[in-house]
């Protein structure tokens, strides 16, 4: 079991910058590919970003890419997504998600191969 609890959502100007954190409890974290998608007001939830048990392997959504960086500790239990350059598109509900995928040092950017998740941050970018 994973217990995920997302920071560091808020409201920003265009341009501007946030970081969101995702603190993990349980012991399989380490193990677990990490990603986090997005869902808009009145929007499906989409990919944002994902990164591989080990951090060696990651990987982003076209609409983010050069602009956020998803990073992790396992020495703390914590995923970050870096969220530079902001737009006003990149407003919604940000959420964590965790999968156990050990050995394989990969990702998945389907929301459907994540079992757990996130109550979710808020994420308003103003114009």
């Known amino acids: 079991q994973v217990q995920l609890v997302e920071s560091g959502g808020g409201l920003v100007q265009a341009g501007g910058s946030l970081r969101l954190s995702c603190a993990a409890s349980?012991?399989?974290?380490?193990?677990?590919?990490m990603a986090w998608f997005r869902q808009a007001p009145g929007e499906e939830r989409e990919f944002v970003a994902a990164?591989?048990?080990?951090?060696?392997?990651?990987g982003y959504a076209e609409s983010v890419k050069g602009r956020f960086t998803i990073s992790r500790d396992n020495a703390k239990n914590t995923v970050d997504l870096q969220m530079n350059s902001l737009k006003p598109e990149d407003t919604g509900v940000y959420y964590c998600?965790?999968?156990?995928?050990?050995?394989?040092?990969?990702?998945?950017?389907?929301?459907?191969?994540?079992?757990?998740w996130g109550q979710g941050t808020q994420v308003t970018v103003s114009s």
């Open positions: 349980g012991r399989t974290f380490s193990r677990c590919a």
């Open positions: 990164i591989s048990w080990s951090g060696r392997s990651t």
């Open positions: 998600a965790a999968q156990f995928m050990w050995p394989a040092d990969t990702w998945r950017n389907e929301q459907t191969k994540y079992a757990y």
